[in-house]
């Protein structure tokens, strides 16, 4: 590694976690390697494997207030290794800067979760209420055999967790100028338009399924779902694909396939989109068929201890004021939210996450540590 002086616990370990190839859903070695930090800290080690995806659920205490890291160890694919300036997995740092798939999402704050945990118990050894950590290989992935499952095998056994820090990153321009204190919901509509197949110089003898849908995907791009609140944006409504055709230019299609996704507030209900969709549809007298995908629903946390024990320590540590957000996609925090536990997100800078040359500022982690650290002195720490 092209550096002259010690790197920091943090560092280190997010390196090494880097060198670890965990393409979803692959861990590739790595929750071992964090599992291996926390039991000597006293933390009870569950491994549940479901299908392709391995996740961990290690507990320290059994008391509340009940306090849970969640993150996840894979990550995206890196594309063509050429592109890269460093290579992906070796978890270089240079000037300062720590490279590779994974520095800032998210294998980062899984270090400085870690590390702080470890010091804040070895300050605390007595300390009030429980950690947990529950960790993924499937964020990155379907998200299926992840954090869900995991949250049922809890549910079953009536296992609560209280507040939970989720490590996406979330910083814009500095670490910590953004929380995450929720999320807008996501549903995905697969909508199948029937039509009559024919060659596009007899139109009479045909029906179009493109030109049918045409005027009612203007109507459903143009509608206003909802105005959001003091939380939420408006819900969005986007076509991300459409297809039809055989593949020539003399056919008229018998079929087209139309994906689209909102992104919606807690303005609006998955029934409510469903039905305004259907709507739509029938007032243009559509032949189709639709199907729809949860992919999660919105959630929020208010203003209460975690977020406002969390605004203070990003403050005391950077002297950043940090603003509450809802949006950009989805995360595991949305699981969770579910069960009726707080939920935030904090992590480190988020402009070169699912990039080439994907990287991190070394001390920002130092400081992501810091701010984990405060945030279990004012939540657990016996007074």
């Known amino acids: ?35 291996s930090r926390l039991a000597p800290l006293g933390f009870n080690i569950e491994e549940h ?26 990550v995206v694919p890196v594309g063509n290794e050429k592109d890269w300036r460093h290579p992906p997995f070796a978890g270089l740092i240079e000037n300062g800067v720590l490279h590779g798939r994974g520095a800032a999402d998210m294998k980062g ?16 050894p007595d300390h009030k209420g ?30 609560k967790i209280d507040m939970c820090l989720v490590g996406e990153p979330s910083s814009r321009d500095t670490l910590g100028d953004v929380v995450k204190n929720g999320r807008r919901g996501s549903l995905t509509g697969h909508l199948t338009v029937k039509g009559i197949q ?53 056919v008229i299609p018998g079929t087209v396939d139309v994906q689209f996704n909102f992104r919606f507030s807690t303005e609006s209900t998955v029934e409510g989109l469903q039905q305004g969709v259907c709507d ?5 007298n559509l032949d189709y068929e639709i199907n729809w995908t949860v992919n ?19 403050k005391e540590i950077t002297g950043v004021a940090s603003t509450p957000e809802t949006s950009g996609g989805t995360s ?26 994907e990287q991190v500022c070394a001390k920002s982690l130092d400081d992501l540590a810091l701010i984990y650290e405060l945030i279990l002195e004012k939540l657990l720490a016996n007074k």
Not at 5 to 33: K, N
Not at 55 to 72: E, Y
Not at 133 to 154: A, C, M, Q, R, Y
């Open 332 to 357: 595991d925090g949305r699981f969770i939210a579910q069960t009726g536990c707080k939920v935030i997100e904090l992590g480190p800078l988020n402009k070169t996450i699912h990039q080439v040359d």
């Open 280 to 284: 739509i549809l029938d007032a243009y």
């Open 198 to 250: 024919g060659h596009v110089a007899y139109p009479h003898l045909a029906k179009n399924p493109i030109h049918e849908v045409a005027p009612a995907l203007a109507d459903l791009s143009s509608k206003e779902w909802d105005n959001g609140n003091a939380y939420f944006p408006a819900t969005s409504f986007q076509v991300s694909n459409i297809h039809g055709g055989t593949g020539v230019g003399n």
């Open 1 to 35: 590694m092209s550096v002259s002086t010690p790197l920091s616990d943090v560092v280190e370990l997010a390196s090494a976690l880097i060198q670890r190839p965990s393409v979803t859903p692959e861990d590739a070695g790595c929750q071992q390697l964090i599992n």
């Open 130 to 159: 429980s950690i947990s950590f529950l960790i993924t290989s499937d964020e990155e992935g379907p998200f299926i055999n992840g954090t869900t499952k995991v949250v049922d095998l809890l549910e079953a056994r009536n296992e």
């Open 49 to 74: 494997f479901f299908i392709d995806t391995l996740n961990t659920w290690a507990r320290k205490g059994s008391d509340g207030p009940h306090f849970c890291f969640a993150g996840h160890t894979d």
């Open 109 to 124: 704050s899984l270090a400085a979760m870690v590390v702080a945990t470890e010091r804040f118990v070895k300050k605390h």
């Open 296 to 314: 999660g629903l919105p959630f929020l946390t208010e203003p209460g201890d975690l977020l406002n024990v969390t605004l203070e320590s990003i």
